[in-house]
């Protein structure tokens, strides 16, 4: 599973693979989030709503060190800034690709997480940015299985 975390005021992207999901592994990445900001200014993280995200021991670590945890509704990926940012990575690293092993995976993670960090305003990436957040429009609105949400 890739962690990835996105500040939008600097517009820098990183992650790390993990095996699992869980507590353990999001806790890292909210500790990644934080050492990116050593000033102990306020962050928001904005994360889904999975349940390891949830727990006391997050809440508490968030509350210690001066993060403020703003979940988003269940199937609302739109409402998430990272989730454009995912398009572009699975485009550039997975799409066509076969990696002998997750350790290779990763390295080409990583190479691109460089890559797009140096070269945040390229074309090619902006224009595959516009193309996810479309994608991610789209499902507005729907539910598992493709079909409209009943009007209220």
């Known amino acids: 599973y890739f962690h990835g975390c996105y500040s939008i005021g600097d517009d820098t992207l990183w992650g790390v693979n993990r095996r699992r999901k869980g507590t353990t592994n999001s806790l890292a990445a909210l500790r990644s989030i934080r050492a ?15 349940s390891a995200h949830k727990g006391a021991k997050i809440r508490r670590w968030a509350w210690k060190n001066n993060v403020e945890l703003c979940f ?6 739109w409402a998430n800034p990272i989730e454009a940012h995912f398009g572009p990575l699975r485009q550039f690293t997975l799409a066509n690709s076969n990696h002998p092993n997750h350790t290779v995976q990763t390295r080409e993670l990583h190479r691109y997480l460089r890559w797009r960090n140096a070269n945040a305003r390229h074309p090619d990436l902006l224009a595959a940015q516009r193309r996810e957040r479309a994608r991610i429009r789209s499902q507005k609105g729907l539910r598992w299985g493709g079909r409209p949400l009943a009007a209220a």
């Open 36 to 50: 990116a900001r050593p000033d102990g200014a306020p962050i928001y993280v904005i994360m889904d709503d999975l």
């Open 72 to 77: 988003t509704p269940t199937n609302a990926s």
